[in-house]
């Protein structure tokens, strides 16, 4: 008898892969989905990896072995929203093009404004007021995430609109403006449109100055 022929009829490896690797994706995306209904519901104290498990429809190991710990859940989760409003920061500056003051505001009040509305951040915060600070954190003290990302949407609008701009200036007017924000988003003092309002004056001033700083010129230099 002669050799059966191979069967090939299967989707090729790559196609495989593709499909495994998308099938990974939508479980975190389903275990995430779960810690996020229940950290609105509870606060993030409140969510138990027993309870995002069964939320899912997966086991208690499944979300271990994705995650690791409840804080690799936590910095996943945290991710998620970082990735959304980042997007939401580049179209709104994207909007207003090499217009300084305008796409800052824009931006700006956007961010406020989304976080005001953000059941997800208005969970976080109602936590630290009740005493928790376990998920807090990875949009204050450990919000290396946050300021990492965000800044880089700047950098990236400043790269196109503000080039001949002093890097390094364009990199700490970037950065300084995204801590304010976030110093905002954790702790409200005025009103979004009066802290965007002032926060855009000062982006303004910021990158004005680096714009017309020569790049590498030590010290600082006021706008004309």
Request: charged share 20%; no cysteine.
């Amino acid at each position: 008898m002669g050799e059966l022929p191979n069967d090939n009829s299967g989707p090729p490896r790559g196609v495989r892969r593709a499909e495994l690797e998308s099938s990974k994706q939508r479980l975190r995306d389903a275990i995430v989905d779960a810690a996020r209904t229940q950290a609105i519901a509870a606060g993030w104290d409140g969510v138990r990896m027993g309870g995002v498990a069964q939320a899912a429809g997966v086991s208690r190991q499944t979300v271990y072995n994705e995650f690791g710990s409840k804080a690799g859940l936590a910095e996943a989760l945290a991710r998620r929203e970082v990735d959304r409003f980042v997007g939401e920061v580049r179209t709104a500056l994207a909007a207003h093009g090499p217009d300084v003051r305008a796409a800052a505001y824009a931006a700006i009040r956007h961010t406020l404004a989304a976080a005001a509305d953000n059941p997800l951040v208005k969970a976080i915060l109602t936590s630290a007021r009740g005493g928790s600070d376990e998920l807090l954190p990875y949009l204050t003290t450990r919000s290396g995430l946050v300021l990492a990302e965000s800044s880089a949407a700047l950098l990236e609008w400043a790269g196109r609109y503000l080039p001949e701009g002093d890097p390094a200036a364009l990199a700490f007017a970037a950065d300084t403006i995204v801590r304010l924000v976030v110093s905002h988003i954790v702790l409200p003092q005025s009103p979004v449109d009066e802290t965007a309002d002032q926060l855009a004056d000062l982006a303004l001033y910021l990158f004005h100055t680096a714009a017309t700083r020569p790049a590498g010129r030590a010290g600082s230099s006021r706008p004309e």
